[in-house]
């Protein structure tokens, strides 16, 4: 499979490249999703829309992004359920969730390597 950047993601979608978001890109990114356009469009608007829409409050990291939500066994699972997902098509990342002693609030921290921040933020619009 090839490696996609983040501008070539753009450019695949600029270019009409339904189908599969490798037909246009390169292999030289350290990044690559290994969902088809209409897979990942389907996760963004399910999955993805559903743990935005219970942000509370999010962090810029120096690597990556901390996400906290409140303290719910729903929540807890909906965040478990999204990694064993997103760690099957975008194994770049990592994924850390703790939840405070308190039970007011659930932490998922995104990291991976240089350039994740910026796939986050346009590509799973979190």
Do not use: H
Not at 42 to 71: H, M, Q, S
């Amino acid at each position: 499979m090839k490696k996609l950047t983040i501008l070539g993601l753009f450019l695949c979608s600029l270019q009409g490249m339904a189908q599969k978001k490798e037909a246009c890109c390169g292999e030289s990114s350290t990044m690559a999703c290994k969902l088809t356009s209409a897979e990942f469009r389907e996760r963004k608007e399910t999955v993805i829309a559903n743990l935005k829409k219970e942000i509370v409050e999010k962090k810029e990291l120096k690597n990556g992004i901390k996400y906290t939500f409140k303290d719910s066994d729903e929540t807890i699972s909906m965040l478990t359920d999204f990694i064993k997902t997103e760690r099957q098509c975008c194994d770049f990342f990592n994924f850390d969730i703790s939840v405070s002693a308190e039970k007011k609030y659930v932490y998922l921290a995104l990291t991976g390597p240089k350039g994740v921040k910026d796939f986050i933020k346009t590509e799973l619009s979190l």
